[in-house]
Structures are given as structure tokens and as C-alpha cells.
């Protein structure tokens, strides 16, 4: 069903910014728009959204019968594979006056089929990824209490895997866990994550999975689900053996830095302030350049939405927000280590940390 | 490892059209051209390729040392999350003479990113999605043998599925078991597929879960797996209980049309007259408006790739090329039937179908 409000609120949007529409193709933004994602493959498709409040979509004649099911009404633009669709959203954009107009387009738009509409369609394409990730930065109270459900779910699955986790295992061993866990305890969306043992943890986003776990090793573990399409994303690293005193030192290097981004994140707060007071420590320390990433990303709808954590986010916090905190110190050859709890500013202003599940280093011996 | 011969070729390429460098971001085209896939995130990432042979990579710092472990030396721009990546790429297409030049784009880079590119360097994208698709349309024996392979693992999960199949079993249940008898068979990238039942067909991209198996029943199953990097692709349709004589009339219309294809796509074949010779029989028997999609796609180290089997793709069949061949009948609210199998056109330039499960008619009682 169309979320008739947030396009009165788009058309405003972009009545401001003197765009004339906003092309929204299959994503997290198009599921908050109508409720519905459909399959997106090569195939140009998009919800249009116009400063008028008109809706109409353009899709391959083979999901039109779909587009047909959500648009209550409101005009399918079908194209068929023998043809360019280009033709097919000139004639749309032309039937709805938007020809030679600004025209903002959404992040799941990829960028060869915007390269051909522009080849043959006047129109000035400006970047429209902010456009709902802005309009749904803040959540409403059932929104945040989905994010609270989500968290405790994974807490959950890492409170299990700690005795899970034994020598001998594969990294892809501990991801399956991770998949049935989350599944267990009702989490949808239950893909996995990242699961890095040792040096390969120094590539935050190592995707491999043969590894295997030592006597002694690190491992690093980044994993989310979704409750009632809100998601959650937790990151945890634990020590299999012994520590060693410089593994102890780098952890709590980052711990404190998770800890001094959480309390720097209050209502109100300038973003690049919390990025800047996590950040410090691990600078102070001389680790600077082995934390290679913002303090954190947004999270809702999407894994990754507005607001981002970093120096270059010029946005204060306010009630309903939900992003990530999630420092990491990555060091070539050696090791990675990565903490990540999720964090509200809750209705009344506060600031409530998602995950409970604990912080403080774990040997499993 | 960066494949030196395909960088000599696609530079070749590159200055033939007055392309003076491919982006290419993560997807089956980098894998095939380092052998390696990393993670694509909503930050901009992408190898480039110069029409002088020269290569680089610019990536989120967070990616670097990945980048650099595949890039052999060559030269690896990171940027910071606190930056404009804008800033970077600026600085890279200076150092290698791309400013004002024109650029190609492949088919994964996402337009919000190259919206960004295009406000801030002076440059011209075309379209680059066919770049790589192009150079790998004609498979080595090598990879033929593992299509071959690919194809006789799935031939064995749906000869297993007939006998899984039965009154009560949700689509949801039907995918699992696809995902766990391609797994069995030595597939990977077992991600299931399209399960969809009776109406819910009616979609060819129905990706829904939930409905149950009737105690009569049409069930469409589409799913695929890789086998050494390269892709499978198969669709059948059977009856659960006795088919009516419009199922029969309506499944022998699309076997036909495949039949068609298949007898069609011979050596030298102009594809247009492929899409046509199926086409024609769905549409002499008054169906044509829902056979509402190409006749097929190439396939290998993507699910879709060149050549696209439709009536405006203007290329003859060669030795080397693998497609599928899935004529449907969609009739919404009712309905939905397709039959795919793959394609190749072998060594000796033989049409080989390496789909070898049956297509006939399957009553499951």
C-alpha cells in the first residue's frame, strides 16, 4: 500500500529543492514507500514520485503485473525485453510534464541504466539517495521497539556462540551457527555475517569463510537480522585461548573508544563530535590509521541509512534516531578487532544501548 | 590475479570506441578480471582500466588492504569516510590523464555514486556494462565443462524434488529443499530460487514464500547454482494431482515454444530469429501478450549476462556462447508456467541442451 503521508511529505521535499521528482527503484527506500520490494535485476524499474504527489511506475512488462498489485491504481509504465526502455520512461516522463526538469534518483538506481535514459531523455539527474533515508531517520516508538527486538535477538546469538566457538571449527561453521541461532530466536533476514579469525579480521569487510580457529585465535564476529523489518547489527570479538598482553591492550584500546562514542552520543550532540571523541583514543594511542572507517552508519529500514557517524556529517542528534557505534583497530598481517553495539536516542531523549549482551573480553578456554 | 591478456583486449577495445578507461565495480565482470569479489557496500568502489593497458583501484580505506592483495603493485587510491570520495577519484583520473576524457561505466556501479562523480569531475560516462559481458561471451572448453557440470547438479535436485513434492509443503519448504539438494550435489551459491504455486506463478520474478502446496497444484520452480564460478539456470513446472486439459494445453503451448528455441538456436543463428521461432507458437495460439519476456540470457561467471535472446539483440550464435531458452504463459490470477533449459553452442559448434531432465508433463498423485 502506498504511504500516502510520506509522498505528500516527498512532494514537499522536493518542492523546496526545485526538483520535480524522485525516482525510487527496488530497496529499503521503495519498502518504506509502498510495503513491497520487488526483485530487482538488470532491468530498469522505479516508482516515481512527483512534486505534485502524482506516483507512477516503470517497470519490465514482466513484473508489471506486480507493480499493478501495489500502485493502486496509479499508472504502470510496462516496457517489453525487445525494446529500450528508455522509450517507455520518455513517454511517461512526458506524459507527467517532467521533461527537461530535475530529476532526483534514489541509491538503488544503477548507474548504466541511468547513463542511457540520460543518452536519450532530457532531464538534469541529481543524487536522491537522501530523499527517504532523510524522512525516516526518525523512528517512530513501534520502530524503535522493533530495533530493541532485533538487538536482543543477536545478543541472544552471541551469548550462544560463546560456547560454540572451540579450535577446529571453520569460519563458515560459526556463520551457519550464526544463521540458525538468529532463525532460532526470530530474526528474519538471518544471511549471516562476517566471521574472520585472526589476520583475516583486519579486512572489516572479509567475506571468506574457510579459516580455521586455532588453539589460540581472535575472532571477530559482525551479524544482524531484522524484527519486523528493523535491523540489528552487533559486533563482538573474542579470544580463543589465552590473551596475550598486546591482544588485551588493542581490545581495550577498543573498547574504550565503543564506550567514549556511546557517551558522547546524546540528544542533541554535533555527529562529528561522537565520531571525534571515539576516534581520540585510538589516536592518542597511535592507532589512528588502523582505524580506517567512520565511527558508524544509520540503521533501520536498511542495514546502512542516515545518519552517518563521521567527521563529515554535519547533523546533531534528536529523539529517534538508531545508528551504530562500532570502532575497530585493523592491523595488516596481524589482527582485527571491531566492537559494535547499536545505539537510540529513545522518546524521551535518552540514550538507551541496544545491545546488553557483554563488552568485556572473553578467553574461551 | 589481475588477468593481463583480458586488460590487453578490453584496452584494445577501449580505444577502438575512444574510451579512454572502463570503471569497474564489484561483480561477476571484477571477478573475471582479478578473480575476486569484494564486498560492495554503498561506498564507491571500482577498478579502473585505461586504453594504455595501465590499471588502478579506488576504494573506502576500509577496503584497502583487500584492494591491495588482488592489485599486484598497482596503484590502490583510498578515501576516508570523513571525505568526499569525489575528491579521490579526482585526484586518480588526474594522475592518469582521464579528466575531460570520456569514461566508461560498468553495470554495477550505482548511479547516486556517479551522479556525485559527474558534479565533481569533468568527464563523459558511457555505458560500459557490455565491456566485459562482451569479452567473455564466448566460454573456453574449460568453462563449458563446468556450465555442463553446473547444469547436471540441478537436473539432479529436480529429479530429487518430484519425489519431495507433495499437498501441503509451502513454497518456503520446496526452496529449502532446493537450497539443501544443491548444496548435496556440490553446487555452490545455493541460494534457492523462485518457488511459486498456482496464481503466484503468474509473476515470472515471484519471490513470496508462503503459500501452500493445494491437493491440486501448478508449482514452478527456477532456480540455479554455480559449479567453479559458472552458473546454472533451469525452470520446470508440475502438476500436483491431475492436470485439467487446459494445464495440458497450456504446458504443451510452452514446450512447444521451447522445443522451438532450442531447434532454432543453431550455429550461426540470428538471435532475433530465435526469440521469434519461440514466440510465434505462444502467439499463434493467442498468448502472446503473456509470454511477456525475452526468450533468454547468456549466462556463465553472472546469472544474466550477453547474449540477451531477444528481438532486438543483433548477434549471430558462435561456438562458445551459453544462454537459456524459457518461454512462459503468464495469466494473472490464474496461472503461470515456464520451461527453461540451457544452451550451448559446443566446441564442434553442436547445439548442446545440457539440461537433460525430463520437460514432459509431471503429475505428481
Known amino acids: 500500500m502506498i504511504n500516502k503521508d510520506l509522498v505528500k511529505k516527498l512532494a514537499q521535499q522536493l518542492k523546496n529543492d526545485g526538483v520535480s521528482a524522485l525516482l525510487v527503484a527496488p530497496s529499503a527506500d521503495l519498502m518504506f514507500l509502498v510495503g513491497h520490494k520487488p526483485y530487482l535485476c538488470e532491468r530498469f524499474q522505479a516508482m516515481v514520485v512527483t512534486d505534485k504527489e502524482e506516483t507512477f511506475y516503470i517497470c519490465n512488462a514482466l513484473t508489471e503485473a506486480e507493480a499493478i498489485g501495489f500502485m493502486e491504481g496509479n499508472k504502470v509504465y510496462p516496457w517489453m525485453d525487445s525494446t529500450d526502455f528508455t522509450l517507455t520512461v520518455k513517454k511517461a516522463f512526458e506524459e507527467f510534464g517532467l521533461i ?82 538468529c532463525k532460532h530466536y526470530g530474526g528474519s533476514d538471518c544471511h549471516g555475517g562476517i566471521v574472520a579469525v585472526d589476520a583475516n579480521a583486519a579486512n572489516p569487510h572479509y567475506f571468506g569463510n574457510s579459516a580455521v580457529v586455532g588453539e589460540h585465535a581472535v575472532v571477530e564476529m559482525d551479524f544482524g537480522c531484522t524484527y519486523k523489518g528493523m535491523w540489528s547489527d552487533i559486533t563482538r ?125 572473553i578467553e574461551i578456554v
Not at 538534469?124 to 533515508?133: I, S
Request: hydrophobic share 40%; glycine share 10%; proline share 2%.
Open 237 to 361: 570479538t573474542v579470544i580463543v585461548g589465552k590473551a596475550t598482553e598486546r591482544e588485551k591492550y588493542l581490545y581495550n584500546l577498543v573498547l574504550q573508544a565503543n564506550l567514549a562514542g556511546e557517551a558522547a552520543a546524546v540528544n542533541g550532540a554535533y555527529i562529528p563530535d561522537i565520531d571525534a571523541a571515539a576516534r581520540k583514543i585510538i589516536e592518542d594511542a597511535g592507532y589512528g590509521y588502523n582505524f580506517n572507517h567512520r565511527l558508524g552508519h544509520g540503521i533501520g529500514y536498511a542495514g546502512h541509512e542516515a545518519p552517518y557517524i563521521h567527521g563529515d556529517y554535519h547533523m546533531h542528534l534528536a529523539p529517534g534516531m538508531a545508528f551504530s557505534c562500532e570502532p575497530g583497530i585493523y592491523i595488516r598481517g596481524e589482527i582485527g578487532i571491531r566492537i559494535e553495539d547499536l545505539v537510540i536516542i529513545n522518546e524521551k531523549g535518552e540514550t538507551e544501548i541496544l545491545n546488553k549482551c557483554t563488552k568485556e573480553l
Open 100 to 181: 527537461g526538469k530535475k530529476i532526483a534518483i534514489n541509491g538503488a538506481v544503477r548507474a548504466f541504466n541511468l547513463i542511457r535514459m540520460m543518452n536519450n531523455i532530457e532531464f538534469t539527474a541529481v543524487n536522491g539517495k537522501d530523499y527517504l533515508e532523510l524522512t525516516r531517520i526518525i523512528k517512530t516508538s513501534e520502530e524503535l521497539d522493533n530495533l530493541r527486538e532485533a538487538s536482543r535477538i543477536v545478543d541472544k546469538v552471541f551469548e550462544d556462540l560463546i560456547h560454540f566457538i572451540k579450535p577446529g571449527l571453520t569460519e563458515k561453521d560459526i556463520n551457519d551457527e550464526i544463521v540458525r541461532l
